[in-house]
């Protein structure tokens, strides 16, 4: 299986680390090639959650997120679904592009989101679907707001506008749509998220058949064409990670209570499992789920029913669409 290991991106630069990984030898563009990338990457970090995690028994904990808690905090005071304005003028803000998820793709998570919420209590702070994204782009991160519009009105909104619009684009030039397919649910010490793999062709007539999606043109492709975009406005880009990976968060942890260690371990087991091995075990149960319900028949359609997004503030927990710089056209076609 071709692997694609993430680049370190340093200071702002003119790399298009996504051009990278379609350039490689081993992959020439070749969409099972980026599919296998993408699912190398997360196959492997998910190994390594489970390892790190349970290496650590009977004493594995969580990290709770405590920007999360003190966002959190802040909203209840004010009775506010918005952000700390304070928070506009330090280094905590981001430039970025997102892709929502389909009402399919939405469902889907609301239903893990119960389970883990029921497993987890209140230690799990589920992600709303308003909130929930994908991030295709990131121009520049921890800035503060004002530095950030300096970088948007250096891309120019006529550019910004082209690459949110690139799905239509690509859908009107190609005749195909750029889709995403078989969820799998990941964790780390902070929290848990849904990842996807990019679209490919499983036999050749998929490959030739218009509108079918499955062609040449890939997600991978899309960040590359929508970085391509970015640098010819002459910016640089300074991004926190580039990783082949398409997630949504959909929940942080805020508390340890069901982790915490027991007095004994009489009260520490629930049928003769640790905490630890239950929530293992849950996450197992869910991808074996996913894998055998839902892969073959589920393909998230990016910018069918929302277009992209470009985003700006403070978007560490995802905000609504309403808080949007840009919005792109949509998809012809019905959302599923």
Known sequence: MFSFPPLQPGDSSTQNWYQDLLDHPDCKGDPLKVQQAYESSRQSNLIKAVKNFTSKLPLAKVTPDEALIRHLEWQKRNNSSGTDPSLAYQNVNCLVFWARPSNEVQDIIGGIQQRLA???GLDFHPIPPSDQHVSVLELSHQ??????????HGVSQSTVQEIVNLPVSVQQKNHQTIGLVRPLLMFDGKGAAVTFVPDAPQAEHDA????SGNASFTYQHLRSEMHKLALKSGIKIDTCYTAPTAHVTIG???GNSFFAPRPTVSEKLVDGTSPVLRFVELIRRI???LEQMVWNDMRWVI????????QFGYVKFGRSTD??????ERLNGVES
């Open 118 to 120: 029921g497993l987890l």
């Open 252 to 254: 942080r942890f805020i």
């Open 323 to 328: 808080c949007a710089a840009d919005v792109g």
């Open 143 to 152: 800035h503060s707001v004002p530095e950030l519009q300096q970088t948007y």
């Open 287 to 289: 991808n074996e789920e």
């Open 303 to 310: 910018a069918r029913g929302h277009g992209l997004e470009c």
């Open 208 to 211: 030739e058949t218009p509108g």
